[in-house]
């Protein structure tokens, strides 16, 4: 590392491959194998956790494995006098984290189960300290609300948290220790209400008092899921496995993975595991054993809490390979997410014998991007992978880096640069090898941070985003030292944007798009600008709406949910900039571009457009209704939306639903704009050619695909009237 940058991000005793990889399949058809290595029952790690003032001793050191629920905290251990810890852990990929009251929280990744013993060393900074208060609409204080942040900067090589932190006590009053410096927002909830975000800046080492959260200028929304009251616990058949508990509808595991409520927990060395907050209801609670294992056992929740579950062995399949870059070098702490990808063999029986109601049941996760299993595992120090406890079928394989995904290496072949790869375990009992090769991400990105009087600044956060795709980051970023100067290494082939954030003041920039080709330099100065504001009023048909739901897109991303009696809103400490302004409510919607520019107030008048709706009825030929039809509509054509809602979120860009019963079918509440309805499964041409080779399907018949150009006016409902489907011969 260039020692003229502060390490204040966590390391440890081995270089990371944590860029952002372009990953690319060998073969489609999964050939290849993987030689197993040794692995350690434990690994005994040292580490030290040291400030720019010394050892930082009494620290809390946890390790957090991670699974497919995130990171589960599964050990935990102090530091001492001379900021010295150790831990024990089983194989895994773990987020070790160290915090206590003074200082910043920091954390870095890393594989155990390689070697014996394993040295990690972290650096980190005085942090920041928020005293605050919690209030009502009449000023009185709110006792036992959720504090909750985001916008932190990174920890380490690890995402930034967004939780509860705290919990406001008598007067209302909380106090937040050890946050790490910048600009985040606050917020606070209890129950169903919420206040507004407050956005603060956090310079290191300082205190910040009086700040005020008031209940009832913000909202949840109504379908947030409810969280229960009750624990579920029990014994694992083996220690150490990953426990993951899902709800029931009907007696069977639901059809949506990520729609259905789901549970974590790592059994301890007992085997003993729990998952808290539970509400009534039938669970089926998986086990996966480190070994590849699978078990799994029924829980029901009637009013009280359930002490034990009968796990039982199941047979499964498995996915294993590894991962290399294009030099032959093992990746390291990528994250695979392997995810049914199609029709089961009765889904197509379904379809190509015409019963459609059978089929849109298992057809959901191929018309709306659902999938009925889902395993993330990481790459271990060697870039092994194993997804275990897999049922039969074919299975699409993505990567992604700290939530964002990577980008095939060998686009054209793959399908797309996003699109998925393909591997089948249709008739698989036991384990399906893989090879997968990434392009090693060998760019640099270097320069120099001044102010406004062309000053060197020290202490400022810097990273590359990828302009392509905003918000995503390239690589974790870095801090400049005393002279400004900063060096962004790995950075994967693109254009990318350095932002950077000052830790002391108010400031940051973006920098124009920077261009990165592999093994070659950048260089880029950057000059910091005072951050500015946006705030605004919101309208619809001559009257202030109260409740509404405010997305900025552009240099930064930020979305609030607000109540407010004057349709007031503000948005503070914003990188300057163009962004793209969204505001959604129950009375319609606005879109536009606001440029902001650095250390100014803008102010802007929303008048809402109100949201139309669409209604239809599918028919065959002989005017029968046709029920379960996919239905879908995508708006944003090329020239027909505006530049400002090309921002809209991707769920109300591109909606689905289905035909009822009588073949009717509606989309309420969306935007009066040339959109296109298909109708029909997307790509139903290649799974009728699929199903006509199922066992026992002798001929098919399907629908052609529908495609509708439709224009929708503001507030007022288009009625499609009666649409006749035939049937294709």
């Known amino acids: 590392m260039n020692q003229d940058l502060i390490p204040l991000l966590c390391t440890d005793h081995r270089p990371l491959v944590l860029g952002a990889f372009a990953i690319a399949m060998l073969s489609a058809g999964c050939r290849g194998s993987t030689s197993a290595k040794p692995i350690a029952e434990r690994t005994h790690v040292l580490g030290k956790i040291e400030s720019e003032e010394g050892p930082v001793r009494a620290a809390t050191v946890t390790a957090r494995r991670l699974g497919i629920g995130g990171s589960l905290a599964v050990s935990s251990a102090a530091s001492d006098e001379a900021g010295r810890f150790s831990l024990d852990l089983p194989p895994g990929t773990y987020v070790i984290e160290g915090r206590?009251?003074?200082?910043?929280?920091?954390?870095?990744?890393?594989?155990?189960?390689?070697?014996?013993?394993?040295?990690?060393?972290?650096?980190?900074?005085?942090?920041a300290t928020v005293l605050g208060r919690v209030v009502d609409s009449g000023g009185v204080p709110v006792v036992g609300a959720a504090i909750g942040i985001e916008?932190?900067?990174?920890?380490?090589?690890?995402?930034?948290?967004?939780?509860?932190?705290?919990?406001?006590?008598?007067n209302g009053l909380f106090i937040l220790r050890g946050l790490r410096p910048g600009a985040v927002r606050l917020t606070a909830r209890l129950k169903t209400a919420a206040s507004a975000p407050q956005r603060l800046f956090l310079p290191i080492g300082q205190q910040i008092a009086g700040a005020t959260l008031r209940m009832g200028t913000g909202f949840i929304p109504a379908d947030m899921p409810s969280k229960g009251t009750f624990t579920v616990e029990g014994r694992s058949q083996e220690a150490g496995s990953e426990m993951v508990m899902e709800s029931v509808e009907g007696g069977t595991p639901a059809r949506d993975w990520f729609a259905s409520p789901h549970w974590f927990a790592v059994a301890d060395e007992r085997g003993r595991y729990a998952f808290d907050e539970v509400p009534d209801g039938i669970f089926v609670v998986h086990e996966r054993s480190q070994g590849g294992a699978c078990y799994e056992g029924r829980a029901e929740v009637r009013g009280q809490d359930v002490r034990s579950v009968e796990l039982r062995?199941?047979?499964?399949?498995?996915?294993?390979?590894?991962?290399?870059?294009?030099?032959?070098?093992?990746?390291?702490?990528?994250?695979?997410?392997?995810?049914?990808?199609?029709?089961?063999?009765?889904?197509?029986r379904f379809i190509a014998e015409g019963d459609w109601e059978s089929g849109v049941r298992e057809a959901d996760k191929v018309a709306e991007g659902q999938h009925l299993q889902t395993r993330r595992v990481h790459t271990a120090g060697d870039g092994t992978f194993r997804a275990s406890c897999l049922e039969a079928g074919p299975f699409e394989v993505v990567a992604t880096f700290q939530g964002r995904r990577l980008a095939w290496a060998d686009p054209a072949r793959m399908g797309g640069p996003f699109a998925p790869s393909t591997v089948d375990l249709t008739g698989v009992e036991g384990v399906r090898n893989i090879e997968l090769s990434v392009q090693a991400c060998s760019g640099t990105i270097m320069?120099?941070?001044?102010?406004?009087?062309?000053?060197?600044?020290?202490?400022?956060?810097?990273?590359?985003?990828?302009?392509?795709?905003?918000?995503?980051?390239?690589?974790?970023?870095?801090?400049?030292?005393?002279?400004?100067?900063?060096?962004?290494?790995?950075?994967?082939?693109?254009?990318?944007?350095?932002?950077?954030?000052?830790l002391i003041g108010a400031e940051a920039a973006s920098s124009l798009p920077v261009t990165v080709a592999p093994q070659k330099t950048e260089h880029v100065a950057i000059t910091l600008e005072k951050l500015c504001s946006l705030e605004g009023?919101?309208?619809?048909?001559?009257?202030?709406?109260?409740?509404?739901?405010?997305?900025?897109?552009?240099?930064?991303?930020?979305?609030?949910?607000?109540?407010?009696?004057?349709?007031?809103?503000?948005?503070?400490?914003l990188l300057p900039g163009e962004y793209t302004l969204i505001v959604r409510a129950d009375e319609g919607y606005a879109a536009q571009t606001v440029l902001l520019a650095p250390n100014k107030a803008t102010e802007v008048a929303l008048d809402l457009t109100a949201w139309s709706q669409i209604a239809g009825r599918l028919t065959d030929e002989a005017g029968a209704p046709l029920s379960g039809q996919p239905v879908q509509i995508?708006?944003?054509?090329?020239?027909?939306?505006?530049?400002?809602?090309?921002?809209?979120?991707?769920?109300?860009?591109?909606?689905?639903?289905?035909?009822?019963?009588?073949g009717r079918f509606t989309f309420d509440a969306i935007m009066a704009r040339q959109g296109r309805i298909t109708i029909g499964l997307p790509g139903a041409e290649e799974l009728m050619a699929r199903a006509s080779k199922v066992p026992g399907v002798l001929a098919t018949q399907t629908f052609p695909r529908v495609g509708l150009l439709v224009t929708p006016k503001p507030g007022e409902p288009l009625q499609l009237g009666s649409i006749t489907l035939e049937r294709k011969k």
């Open 634 to 662: 995508t708006f944003g054509l090329e020239g027909s939306s505006p530049k400002a809602e090309a921002g809209w979120p991707s769920k109300e860009r591109h909606r689905s639903t289905r035909s009822d019963l009588d």
């Open 313 to 348: 062995a199941k047979s499964r399949a498995a996915i294993a390979g590894v991962v290399r870059d294009s030099n032959g070098n093992p990746v390291t702490d990528a994250e695979l997410e392997i995810s049914s990808a199609v029709l089961s063999a009765a889904g197509w």
């Open 151 to 170: 916008g932190e900067l990174p920890l380490g090589n690890v995402p930034p948290r967004k939780s509860t932190v705290a919990r406001t006590g008598a």
């Open 100 to 127: 206590d009251e003074t200082h910043a929280a920091c954390a870095t990744t890393i594989t155990t189960g390689e070697a014996d013993s394993l040295i990690v060393k972290m650096r980190t900074v005085q942090g």
């Open 537 to 573: 009023r919101v309208r619809a048909r001559g009257a202030s709406v109260t409740r509404f739901e405010v997305i900025l897109e552009g240099p930064q991303h930020t979305t609030a949910k607000l109540e407010d009696p004057e349709g007031h809103f503000a948005e503070t400490l």
């Open 447 to 502: 320069g120099t941070v001044t102010d406004g009087a062309a000053t060197p600044t020290s202490h400022v956060w810097v990273e590359a985003v990828e302009s392509a795709r905003a918000g995503s980051l390239s690589r974790p970023g870095t801090f400049t030292g005393p002279t400004g100067h900063f060096q962004l290494s790995g950075v994967c082939p693109g254009i990318h944007r350095v932002v950077a954030r000052s």
